[in-house]
């Protein structure tokens, strides 16, 4: 950490930051100029809370040099981390097309959608037994009974699952029914004690950037799940949100050589839910994976016309299947697979 010290900042304060820097086990380096004082922190700067040294007598700001999050940081992990999920890997140079409904509805659903997923050529499947909803009048979700669907109709075609937990009290039904994904949401990127949980077990985790997350906030978020001792975690961009209203968020695709940049593990994007319209997704899904993507998130209904929640930006089975097959020419030219 770098300190830089006001103008005029008398020696008794210097000497007070110092003094405060050693109580945390780290030296020091005080180097005084003309105008300003400049004091380095050496050692794990990750100790020292920023706010904390900003707020000591006569220092004008200070900034951290190494990054506070240090597991899920590339710096400590040159290599790029590939996740294994049941035999699936996300990560190297597969990219992985995750399919399925928004929600879990009924059998003859779930029965398709997993027939259409698999067909299509998606080696996962996705759906939601637990919706968080804007409004609590509109459709939550069937809950343990959606997951009892879900886990029937994946099974019946090897597909693994992703579904997102909503509550820690839920985690324990989770794991009985082996949810091979775990997702966390948007809403919950900062539901700390929800990360540390997950952060308990060994599943992989898909960690939704915050609507109005930044990057470094997100990295901590991770941070937290790793920091348990999970470091299976996929990051998820699925829009943010602006001063837009044309469409449901903004996707930023920037995220994505960012994050390859910042940390060693997957990054997905999450079309459908970028854009609110089926008619974006394909361009979108495009965008992500020229950019580096190692995978998608895209719903996908047997009848989009008839689906229970966010109807407008499922695609149909045949739209699905000429996506992938987009999907599949782009890679080649990145030297990639699908």
């Given at each position: 950490?770098?300190?830089?010290?006001?103008?005029?900042?008398?020696?008794?304060?210097?000497?007070?930051?110092?003094?405060?820097?050693?109580?945390?086990?780290?030296?020091?380096?005080?180097?005084?100029?003309t105008?300003?004082?400049?004091?380095?922190?050496?050692?794990d700067?990750?100790?020292?809370?920023?706010?904390?040294?900003?707020?000591?007598?006569g220092?004008?700001?200070?900034?951290?040099?190494?990054?506070?999050?240090?597991?899920?940081?590339?710096?400590?992990?040159?290599?790029?981390?590939?996740?294994?999920?049941?035999?699936?890997?996300?990560?190297?140079?597969?990219?992985?097309?995750?399919?399925?409904?928004?929600?879990?509805?009924?059998?003859?659903?779930?029965?398709?959608?997993?027939?259409?997923?698999?067909e299509?050529?998606?080696?996962?499947?996705?759906?939601?037994?637990?919706k968080?909803?804007?409004?609590?009048?509109?459709?939550q979700?069937?809950?343990?009974?959606g997951?009892?669907?879900?886990?029937?109709?994946?099974?019946?075609y090897?597909?693994?699952?992703?579904?997102?937990?909503?509550?820690?009290?839920?985690?324990?039904?989770?794991?009985?029914y082996?949810?091979?994904?775990?997702?966390?949401?948007?809403?919950?990127?900062?539901?700390?004690?929800?990360?540390?949980?997950?952060?308990?077990?060994?599943?992989?985790?898909?960690?939704?950037?915050?609507?109005?997350?930044t990057?470094?906030?997100?990295?901590?978020?991770?941070?937290?799940?790793?920091?348990?001792?999970?470091?299976?975690?996929?990051?998820?961009?699925?829009?943010?949100?602006t001063?837009?209203?044309?469409?449901?968020?903004?996707?930023?695709?920037?995220?994505?050589?960012?994050?390859?940049?910042?940390?060693?593990?997957?990054?997905?994007i999450?079309?459908?839910?970028?854009?609110?319209?089926?008619?974006?997704?394909?361009?979108?899904?495009?965008?992500?994976?020229?950019?580096?993507?190692?995978?998608?998130?895209?719903?996908?209904?047997?009848?989009?016309?008839?689906?229970?929640?966010?109807?407008?930006?499922?695609?149909?089975?045949?739209?699905?299947?000429?996506?992938?097959?987009?999907?599949?020419?782009?890679a080649?030219v990145?030297?990639?697979?699908?």
């Amino acid at each position: 950490m770098i300190i830089v010290m006001e103008n005029g900042a008398t020696d008794a304060q210097i000497d007070g930051v110092v003094h405060k820097i050693k109580e945390f086990g780290l030296d020091a380096n005080v180097s005084r100029g003309t105008e300003r004082t400049v004091i380095g922190a050496i050692g794990d700067e990750r100790k020292l809370d920023q706010e904390m040294i900003d707020a000591l007598p006569g220092v004008e700001n200070s900034m951290h040099i190494v990054k506070p999050y240090k597991i899920v940081a590339r710096e400590w992990h040159k290599q790029n981390t590939v996740i294994d999920i049941k035999g699936v890997p996300l990560g190297g140079n597969q990219i992985q097309i995750i399919g399925g409904p928004c929600s879990v509805e009924t059998p003859e659903q779930m029965e398709d959608s997993a027939r259409f997923v698999k067909e299509a050529g998606c080696r996962l499947m996705r759906g939601g037994a637990f919706k968080p909803r804007t409004s609590p009048y509109t459709f939550q979700g069937k809950g343990v009974e959606g997951l009892d669907l879900f886990r029937k109709a994946a099974d019946k075609y090897d597909l693994p699952i992703v579904t997102e937990l909503m509550d820690v009290r839920m985690l324990d039904t989770f794991l009985e029914y082996d949810v091979d994904v775990i997702q966390i949401g948007t809403r919950n990127m900062q539901n700390f004690d929800l990360l540390k949980e997950v952060g308990r077990i060994n599943k992989p985790v898909i960690l939704k950037r915050g609507m109005s997350a930044t990057i470094s906030e997100w990295l901590m978020s991770a941070e937290y799940i790793a920091a348990g001792g999970n470091h299976n975690i996929i990051f998820c961009e699925r829009g943010i949100r602006t001063y837009e209203t044309y469409y449901r968020n903004v996707l930023d695709v920037t995220a994505v050589p960012v994050l390859k940049k910042e940390t060693h593990l997957p990054v997905i994007i999450d079309p459908s839910h970028a854009g609110g319209k089926a008619w974006m997704v394909p361009a979108l899904s495009r965008a992500a994976i020229a950019a580096g993507a190692d995978g998608l998130l895209v719903e996908m209904h047997p009848k989009p016309c008839e689906a229970w929640c966010d109807a407008d930006q499922a695609l149909n089975p045949d739209e699905l299947k000429a996506l992938m097959a987009e999907l599949k020419g782009i890679a080649s030219v990145i030297g990639r697979s699908i």
